[in-house]
């Protein structure tokens, strides 16, 4: 948003300065300009959902290990790239279950809070069933998540310091 109001006032200005470039050129820069931001990288859903995968994981090692700070650091990745998702991802039906998703990271936000392993499990558990469900209400119920058995990283230590 910021780069397409920089690029109009950028064009407003060249129009108002004397000796300006004729209509045709603007429009050539405009075009030009649209075109390259037309196509400016953008993560696709599914890079989106690998990032989360890899934070979901590393927020079970965490919370099993009772590292707190850093269970929370990982539910913070995890909502970040979810709005990142309804950002950049507006274009996708599937967007429109996320709101399934909210309750169950609330609920982890809640142990990680009380520092209480015993519910920081069974949010766990919910969360991960909730994404299956939202990939089962978008039909990518092929994609099933699981509690992790080993860690994403060997060069990651998940116990506090």
Not at 39 to 46: A, E, I, S, T, W
Not at 145 to 151: E, F, G, R, Y
Request: contains cysteine.
């Amino acid at each position: 948003m910021k780069l397409t109001l920089t690029i109009i006032i950028a064009v407003l200005m060249a129009s108002c300065m004397p000796g300006r470039a004729p209509k045709q050129d603007l429009q050539q820069q405009i075009d030009s300009l649209n075109f390259q931001l037309a196509n400016v990288y953008r993560p696709g859903l599914g890079e989106f959902m690998s990032g989360i995968q890899v934070h979901h994981a590393k927020l079970w090692f965490a919370g099993k290990e009772q590292n707190w700070k850093l269970a929370l650091f990982e539910l913070d990745e995890i909502r970040e790239t979810l709005g990142d998702i309804r950002k950049y991802n507006t274009d996708r039906p599937e967007i429109q279950s996320l709101p399934m998703i909210d309750r169950p990271l609330d609920s982890i936000a809640k142990a990680i809070e009380q520092n209480d392993p015993q519910r920081f499990i069974s949010s766990y558990i919910l969360l991960t069933n909730t994404c299956n469900s939202c990939h089962h209400t978008t039909k990518h119920e092929f994609n099933v998540i699981k509690v992790p058995d080993t860690p994403p990283f060997t060069n990651q230590i998940f116990k506090p310091q």
